[in-house]
C-alpha cells in the first residue's frame, strides 16, 4: 500500500507497527515516525482508522473480560502472519 509518494519510513513498517502505536508501545522517536508518516500518507491513514476503529469495537463487546495471555499472542501471531501473506 502506497499513496505513490516518497516517505522516510516505509509504508508496510507503518502498517506492520499499528497496533503497537495504538497501544503506546513505541519509543517517542518511533512515534514521531509513524505519526509523521500518517499525516503524509492518505491510504496508510486510512488503515490506521480501520483499525482504530477494530480496536474499539472489541473494546466495547469484550470490556467486562480480559483475554488470556496466551489467546493475545496467537492472535498478534496470526495477525503478523496474515500481513506478511498480504505484504
Do not use: F
Not at 20 to 45: A, F, N
Not at 50 to 78: G, H, N, Q, T, Y
Amino acid at each position: 500500500m502506497s499513496c505513490g509518494n516518497p516517505h522516510d519510513t516505509d509504508c508496510r513498517e507503518v502498517l506492520d507497527r499499528v497496533y503497537e502505536y495504538l497501544d503506546g508501545e513505541m519509543t517517542d522517536h518511533d512515534i514521531d515516525k509513524i505519526r509523521q508518516h500518517l499525516v503524509e500518507c492518505s491510504p496508510c491513514l486510512s488503515e490506521y482508522d480501520l483499525d482504530v476503529a477494530l480496536k474499539a469495537l472489541v473494546r466495547r463487546s469484550c470490556a467486562c473480560e480480559s483475554a488470556p495471555e496466551e489467546l493475545r499472542a496467537k492472535i498478534m501471531v496470526r495477525i503478523t502472519e496474515v500481513r506478511l501473506e498480504l505484504g
